[in-house]
């Protein structure tokens, strides 16, 4: 356990956490779903992880077709990959 954590939850926090959490049932909800599987299943039928994968398919994740996404945006590569707008 960390220093300034009180059964694992921090003592000042940026956010005030949620009942669920306080209570423990958002982390019981992720063991069982954990267990279960239901997670692998729903990355492999849900809308966007299926267009994600067509897209990485097709080659719109590739090197030459992030570039062309770049420049069209107006941001030019660099030797270092730092360029911005221009």
């Not at 059964?7 to 267990?35: C, D, E, H, W």
């Not at 809308?47 to 097709?58: A, D, F, G, M, S």
Request: net charge positive; glycine share 10%; hydrophobic share 35%.
């Amino acid at each position: 356990m960390r220093w300034g954590t009180i059964y694992g939850m921090r003592l000042f926090r940026y956010r005030r956490p949620s009942l669920n959490t306080v209570l423990g049932i958002t982390a019981a909800k992720r063991q069982v779903r954990r267990s279960l599987g239901i997670s692998q299943f729903q990355a492999y039928t849900k809308p966007t992880r299926i267009r994600q994968k067509l897209k990485r398919e097709v080659g719109l994740y590739s090197p030459t077709a992030r570039v062309i996404r770049q420049t069209s945006r107006g941001r030019f590569p660099t030797f270092l990959g730092l360029g911005g707008k221009r």
